[in-house]
C-alpha cells in the first residue's frame, strides 16, 4: 500500500492509498485545504477540529447537491464518489483527532 503526505491547515498527515493514487489524494487535499482556508479566512483558526468538522459538513452538503441535481455534469458521478470517500476519509481523522 502506498502512502502520501497532505496538507491541512499547515499541518502533515500520512494517508495511506493504493498504488498509483498518491496524485489524485494529493490533490484531493489540496481541495480539502482551500475549503478549511476558506474558513480560517471568515472565521479565524478555530481549532483543527472544529474546521474539519465545518469542512466535513460543506464537502457533503457539496455532495448532496451532486446527488440530487442527479450528476448534472458528466463526471457528477466520479466526483461525488470521490467527495464521498474523502468525507469518510476526514471522519476517521476526526476521530484520530479527538482520541488523541
Given amino acids: 500500500m502506498a502512502q ?11 494517508v495511506a492509498c ?6 489524485r489524494i ?6 480539502v485545504d482551500g475549503k ?3 474558513f480560517v479566512g471568515s472565521l ?3 481549532g483543527d477540529q ?8 460543506l464537502l457533503a452538503d ?9 450528476g448534472a455534469s458528466p463526471n457528477g458521478d466520479a466526483r461525488a464518489a470521490s467527495i464521498e470517500a474523502l468525507a469518510e476519509r476526514l471522519d476517521r ?4 483527532l479527538e482520541a488523541s
Fill in 4 to 14: 502520501v503526505t497532505i496538507q491541512i491547515n499547515g499541518r502533515g498527515y500520512e
Fill in 18 to 23: 493504493g498504488p498509483g493514487e498518491e496524485e
Fill in 26 to 31: 494529493a490533490g484531493l487535499a489540496a481541495y
Fill in 36 to 38: 478549511v482556508q476558506e
Fill in 44 to 46: 479565524g483558526n478555530i
Fill in 50 to 57: 472544529r474546521l474539519l468538522v465545518m469542512t466535513s459538513l
Fill in 62 to 70: 457539496e455532495l448532496w447537491e451532486l446527488r440530487e441535481g442527479g
Fill in 93 to 96: 481523522l476526526i476521530g484520530k
